[in-house]
């Protein structure tokens, strides 16, 4: 699956709105947008917040699931 999916998969998992979502990351709902539908890929340490959020609420998600293919 490719990041942008994850992204989104992730963040509606988590039951959140883009701009809730954006918060917890410091960024805008449009980097959130642009990261969903694949303008643009969060920096490694975002990737690495999504996976320490994920552990915190019992989901699965690894940094090797944004890079597999």
Do not use: C, Y
Request: proline share 3%.
């Amino acid at each position: 699956m490719v990041i942008s999916k994850i992204i989104k998969h992730f963040r509606l998992d988590l039951g959140l709105e883009q701009a809730d979502f954006a918060k917890l990351f410091s960024v805008s709902s449009g980097t959130v947008s642009n990261w969903e539908t694949g303008r643009r890929v969060p920096r490694i340490p975002k990737l690495k917040k999504m996976v320490d959020i994920a552990k915190e609420h019992k989901l699965k998600l690894s940094m090797q699931d944004f890079f597999s293919m």
